[in-house]
T-cell receptor, first 109, second 115 residues
Framework: KNEVEQSPQNLTAQEGEFITINCSYS?????LHWLQQHPGGGIVSLFM???GKKKHGRLIATINIQEKHSSLHITASHPRDSAVYIC???????????FGTGTRLQVTL | GAGVSQSPSNKVTEKGKDVELRCDPI?????LYWYRQSLGQGLEFLIY????????KSGLPSDRFSAERTGGSVSTLTIQRTQQEDSAVYLC?????????????FGPGTRLTVT
């Protein structure tokens, strides 16, 4: 079993829909990262959080440390949101990231 | 300011040859990470440098892989006697320092193809 599990693996949504991507992990962590990777593109950090909730524009990330679970929400989705979204954790006091397998999101018109 | 840069962007090499991949972190960032993204396998950690501390090499897949970081800035990842399974995108990231509350900034990656 992977230390970081994401669901769903693939997601297709229509423009304007509310999207949720889930991440569960099995190790103690100091922080959790949400990353975005466009096709053929580099990786961009969206959020880093160790508790509670963060919001940036149409993106919201939450984490529940007790349940070892995080969610990434996208409100009013747009085709430009189409990308792979990757959850990654920093275990304990180590800074190196352990990655989930990613969620491939496609938003259609 | 400039982000993390990596060179070359693409590298094709023959099996058995050595390759060097370069990473220029964001100026002033003390932490530097190397990751690998293999087709169909996702991202995995390779090695991590923090300031003058000994690097964390726990993710290197074999002794054919090594990395250096000179002067606390530029880093080189070297793969000796390349094998086809080394084909992947090699990503470098940097952060202001390690630990809590520091995002990692990723470079564009080097796509390595071993023929």
């Amino acid at each position: 079993k992977n230390e970081v599990e994401q669901s769903p693996q693939n997601l297709t949504a229509q423009e304007g829909e509310f999207i949720t991507i889930n991440c569960s992990y099995s190790v103690g962590i100091s922080a959790l990262h949400w990353l975005q990777q466009h096709p053929g593109g580099g990786i961009v950090s969206l959020f880093m959080l160790s508790s509670g909730k963060k919001k940036h524009g149409r993106l919201i990330a939450t984490i529940n440390i007790q349940e070892k679970h995080s969610s990434l929400h996208i409100t009013a989705s747009h085709p430009r949101d189409s990308a792979v979204y990757i959850c990654a954790v920093e275990p304990g006091t180590a800074s190196k990231l352990t990655f989930g397998t990613g969620t491939r999101l496609q938003v259609t018109l | 300011g400039a982000g993390v840069s990596q060179s070359p962007s693409n590298k094709v090499t023959e099996k058995g040859k050595d390759v060097e991949l370069r990473c220029d972190p964001i100026s002033g960032h003390t932490a530097l990470y190397w990751y690998r993204q293999s087709l169909g396998q996702g991202l995995e950690f390779l090695i991590y440098f923090q300031g003058n501390s000994a690097p964390d090499k726990s993710g290197l897949p074999s002794d054919r892989f090594s990395a250096e970081r000179t002067g606390g800035s530029v880093s080189t990842l070297t793969i000796q006697r390349t094998q086809q399974e080394d084909s992947a995108v090699y990503l470098c990231a940097s952060s202001p320092q390690s630990g809590l509350n520091y995002e990692q900034y990723f470079g564009p990656g080097t796509r390595l193809t071993v023929t």
